[in-house]
T-cell receptor, first 110, second 113 residues
Framework: GENVEQHPSTLSVQEGDSAVIKCTYS??????FPWYKQELGKGPQLIID?????GEKKDQRIAVTLNKTAKHFSLHITETQPEDSAVYFC?????????FGTGTSLTVIP | DAGVIQSPRHEVTEMGQEVTLRCKPI?????LFWYRQTMMRGLELLIY????????DSGMPEDRFSAKMPNASFSTLKIQPSEPRDSAVYFC???????????FGSGTQLSVL
């Protein structure tokens, strides 16, 4: 089955700096890659997603890049703010199953 | 839309008791998913439904777990009898398309003593 690895497990950045979280996947059949943000006591919230026929997608301060050849994708958050502090999960989908990464705890230091 | 609604938010029970978790999906979503989240195992898919029909329940850990979806706006996950190792956060999610753009509820924090 699919194996999604996510790094780093924890990340601390100064407010205003950029944050990058990386994921790799193993199944070439994976064709949809969402990113979720989970705040304490809440459910995962979809923040951005990308399909395998697209290399990059941006939404305001958040961007995702996908390298199908290398089987890795990344989340980029620019101009970080304290409210960006949360756990971020990547996932890969083959259409039959979601495979979640193990999560990255991001702390933005004011 | 109010999003996916789960109840209760917290449940504390004693080992051996029956526990019922409830979920109302987003209106119009054809797919409903039940996940369990723990520190050790992360997010695990337990079961999912398409148009109220269970499609894959291979993630249900034991016969003690059962799930139903009697109509398009309501689903339950039942644990009988409950055990301490069932303690976790249980999430319900729904979507238009299978395994794309899943929207999660706020979860039920279950503690079995």
């Amino acid at each position: 089955g699919e194996n999604v690895e996510q790094h780093p497990s924890t990340l601390s950045v100064q407010e205003g700096d950029s944050a990058v979280i990386k994921c790799t996947y193993s199944d070439s059949a994976s064709n949809y890659f969402p990113w979720y943000k989970q705040e304490l006591g809440k459910g995962p919230q979809l923040i951005i997603d990308i399909r395998s026929n697209v290399g990059e997608k941006k939404d305001q301060r958040i961007a995702v890049t996908l390298n199908k050849t290398a089987k890795h994708f990344s989340l980029h958050i620019t101009e970080t703010q304290p409210e960006d502090s949360a756990v971020y999960f990547c996932a890969a989908s083959t259409g039959n199953q979601f495979y979640f990464g193990t999560g990255t705890s991001l702390t933005v230091i004011p | 839309d109010a999003g996916v609604i789960q109840s209760p938010r917290h449940e504390v029970t004693e080992m051996g008791q029956e526990v019922t978790l409830r979920c109302k999906p987003i209106s119009g979503h054809d797919y409903l998913f039940w996940y369990r989240q723990t520190m050790m195992r992360g997010l695990e898919l337990l079961i999912y439904f398409n148009n109220n029909v269970p499609i894959d329940d291979s993630g249900m850990p034991e016969d003690r777990f059962s799930a139903k979806m009697p109509n398009a706006s309501f689903s339950t996950l039942k644990i009988q009898p409950s055990e301490p190792r069932d303690s976790a956060v249980y999430f319900c999610a729904s979507s238009f398309v299978a395994f794309e753009k899943l929207f999660f509820g706020s979860g039920t924090q279950l503690s079995v003593l």
